[in-house]
């Protein structure tokens, strides 16, 4: 049968260019990425970005650089539509949610990009990696689920990823924890610490709480520290989130600009896929996408190969699985919908320790990512902040408490301002979810009128096991704070009832990885259970969400889907 | 020519159109006079000079008042003073008319806060504070109003005072190299 290509990748992000990238190593393949954004992929496009953000009032939201693009209407993402961001803001908001008994009691509030380069453009950039323990939770714990992996089958995968986004980190303080050994060192040291950290760092590493040792440990992170791959070492622009300004943080671009030098790989963007379907032999070589940048944006195009990857995060690819009413005999797609649950405490330290210079975090604590406890509630992994109050607030918002209920304007308006904005400090905390059934994202019966697909809708709730480890969580900041002797901004964690939280934008589960194909959407090497050439990469086939910033997980796993897929496609001849 | 003498025909050639025009529509030619020299000096000079000195008052900046001419914090002053009286009209000039009637007092910004009408125009003042110290304000939207309300950018965000007074720098414009942040500023 003749194939347009022999793999086609849905999806430009993380996932689906280190796919692309490490197939069109391993053998001559032809491949085509399709991106339902639209964007460019060079350091002109960054600066673009940087130009759109500065235009924005709020330059740090996650969206702030992407506002200009076309893309925005033709291909919504779930930007937070609450807040105008500029005139042009949109009126429906992307998610919808169930409603009535059995629906959703929380938002699900996890953002994402749909660009050319996905949503690494705009993450922090952290690269912690699983615990052994995060991959056998059910058969440690008795809770959630075991994967049909081990930390020892993805170790190698851990190092090549580090090597291929260029995480630095400090070997010694990761190697053996909670079992998590490291057979490679990490391509560049760690991040240089700031000076907020040094001084968080001397008053509390060493220190026990609840008989925990706290150590402050270097978060190993995408971001170089030191020139690596032809990018810069990081310059300490703080913006991170939403937007490196000079690639020093790794992004996805990173894979795509390499892999685009292959004429074999070709990358199609404004390209929105619809369905995928079955050939004559039953099985699953084609792929529907409307082309929006086209004549007829609406027309069904059609392309095939004997291999298709959907690596559209995990929304849109539940989503397309959903809309093509494939590989679902789990009834698993889109179920076990988890985020990482996070809360954080602001508190001003005694001495002015100066936030806003380096990276927006350089420092974690990893203590707490293990234990007992884990049978009956979250464990969390800690960041300490970097940038003043993080979400809990800024500068702006210290200029307007001072204004408000100060009256503090005059000749030591900007003196107040500053003592108080060089003492903040932030302890984030992000929890694990357990899979659950009920938890999902589905078809809405709202359709978007720009394309005419389907919005996703959600039923969403934090478990108990989660909210059991933000409280542990918020005992644990406030120790701290007490140690360090700093004066916390207490925002209550459960607020007329209500749970207060914060959204680390890590969407994980909703095509499920297992070994039973009655409980699971995926094997073990990403393959749907129902169709053998169908491949899923991303976060969307992780089994737990554990207490790590999924990327590198995810990294790793695509690293060894990509062997498989290759292997496959030798098979054919 | 030189230049004074050019000036003093111009002044001059003005001042007969507006005679001109003033007279023709009012008979009274004391405040013909006034209103020609109220042009001629600008209502838009008498305001950029409230601005200025309302500016320093509240934010307690040291240089606003006094402003080098031509400079570049002159050109951006003008720019956020009209952006100001753009998104906001005549609240904003309410608040700029309510100072200037107190600049005469030895104090005046304290006999603005102090002013029972001083709340109808806060809001204003609390734009004026963070266009200089962030380069943004303040625009309310059916749903999100007072220090809820959305900021918009007011274009130098690289100019906003508030960055070296904590001794950072604007978020996304770091010019110092690798490794700077392990030192204390």
């Known amino acids: 049968m003749n194939y347009d290509y022999d793999v086609i990748i849905v999806g430009s992000g993380v996932a689906g260019a280190i796919c692309a990238w490490k197939l069109s190593i391993l053998g001559h393949h032809r491949i085509l990425i399709l991106e339902a954004g639209d964007n460019g992929i060079g350091e002109g496009q960054r600066l673009e970005f940087h130009h759109a953000m500065d235009r924005q009032g709020n330059r740090t939201d996650m969206f702030a650089p992407y506002l200009e693009l076309d893309s925005r209407t033709m291909v919504p993402s779930p930007e937070k539509a609450s807040r105008a961001l500029d005139a042009q803001k949109l009126e429906e908001k992307y998610f919808d949610y169930t409603t009535g008994p059995g629906g959703s009691t929380d938002s699900f509030r996890a953002g994402y990009t749909r660009l050319v380069g996905g949503s690494t453009w705009a993450w922090r950039g952290n690269c912690p990696r699983f615990l052994p323990t995060d991959f056998t939770l059910h058969s440690t714990y008795g809770v959630g689920r075991d994967w049909p992996i081990s930390y020892d089958d993805l170790e190698k995968y851990y190092c090549e990823a580090e090597q291929e986004m260029g995480v630095s980190g400090n070997h010694e303080e990761l190697d053996g924890l909670f079992g998590a050994y490291r057979s490679e060192p990490f391509p560049m040291p760690g991040i240089p610490l700031t000076y907020s950290d040094q001084q968080i760092k001397q008053r509390i590493h060493g220190k026990v709480i609840n008989g925990t040792l706290v150590r402050v440990v270097t978060t190993p992170q995408a971001r170089n520290s030191q020139p690596y791959d032809g990018r810069p070492a990081c310059e300490g622009h703080s913006n991170c989130i939403p937007l490196c300004p000079v690639h020093a943080k790794y992004d996805a671009t990173t894979h795509l600009r390499r892999v685009l030098k292959n004429p074999r790989v070709r990358l199609k963007s404004a390209a929105v896929v619809t369905k995928v379907s079955a050939d004559r032999q039953g099985h699953i070589t084609r792929v529907h996408y409307k082309d929006w940048r086209s004549d007829d944006k609406n027309k069904e195009r059609l392309v095939t190969a004997p291999v298709i990857v959907l690596a559209a995060h995990a929304i849109e690819t539940p989503k397309i699985l959903l809309m093509s009413n494939v590989a679902n005999s789990s009834d698993q797609v889109g179920r076990n919908l988890m985020d990482h649950i996070q809360w954080e405490i602001a508190a001003e330290f005694p001495d002015p320790i100066y936030p806003f210079r380096g990276p927006q975090s350089v420092t974690g604590i990893e203590a707490f990512r293990e234990g007992a406890f884990r049978s009956t509630r979250s464990a969390f992994r800690m960041t300490i902040g970097n940038d003043g109050w993080g979400r809990a607030g800024s500068p702006a918002k210290i200029i307007d408490e001072e204004l408000s209920k100060n009256k503090a304007y005059g000749p030591h308006l900007i003196s107040k301002v500053a003592e108080r904005v060089i003492r903040m400090i932030r302890l984030s905390f992000s929890t694990e979810m357990l899979p659950s059934p009920g938890n999902r994202v589905d078809l809405s019966p709202n359709v978007d009128p720009a394309l005419g697909i389907p919005r996703p809708r959600f039923t969403f709730a934090p478990d108990e096991y989660c909210i059991g480890g933000l409280k542990a969580g918020v005992e644990t900041a406030k120790a701290l704070f007490e140690i360090m002797n700093a004066k916390i901004e207490q925002k209550e964690l459960i607020e007329n009832g209500k749970l207060n939280w914060n959204t680390a934008a890590h969407i994980m589960g909703t095509c499920i990885m297992g070994s039973d194909p009655k409980e699971s959407v995926v094997d073990s090497w990403g393959r749907t259970h129902d169709h053998q050439n169908l491949y899923i990469v991303g976060s969307s086939v992780f089994a737990t969400a554990a207490t790590a910033n999924p990327t590198l997980t995810l990294a790793a796993l695509t690293l060894r889907t990509a062997r498989a897929i290759h292997r496959q496609l030798q098979g054919r001849g | ?185």
């Open chain 2, 1 to 185: 020519m030189r230049d004074d003498q050019e000036a003093l025909i111009e002044n001059t050639r003005d001042f007969q159109m507006d005679m001109r025009r003033e007279t023709s529509t009012r008979r009274d030619l004391p405040v013909a006079v006034a209103a020609h020299v109220m042009r001629v000096k600008g209502v838009t000079m008498d305001e950029f000079k409230t601005f200025m000195a309302l500016s320093q008052a509240l934010t307690g900046i040291t240089t606003l008042a006094t402003i080098e001419p031509k400079s570049l914090t002159e050109t951006i002053a003008k720019d956020y003073l009209h952006r100001l009286k753009e998104q906001f009209g005549s609240d904003f000039m309410a608040l700029l008319t309510l100072y200037d009637a107190r600049s005469g007092t030895p104090d005046p910004l304290a006999a603005l806060l102090s002013d029972p009408s001083f709340k109808d125009v806060e809001s204003m003042a609390k734009q004026i504070v963070n266009v200089w110290l962030l380069s943004q304000y303040r625009v309310e939207t059916p749903t999100q109003k007072g220090d809820a309300a959305p900021a918009v950018d007011a274009g130098y965000f690289e100019k906003g005072y508030i960055w070296p007074a904590i001794k950072a720098h604007p978020i996304g414009f770091s010019h110092s190299g690798h490794g700077y942040w392990t030192r204390k500023p």
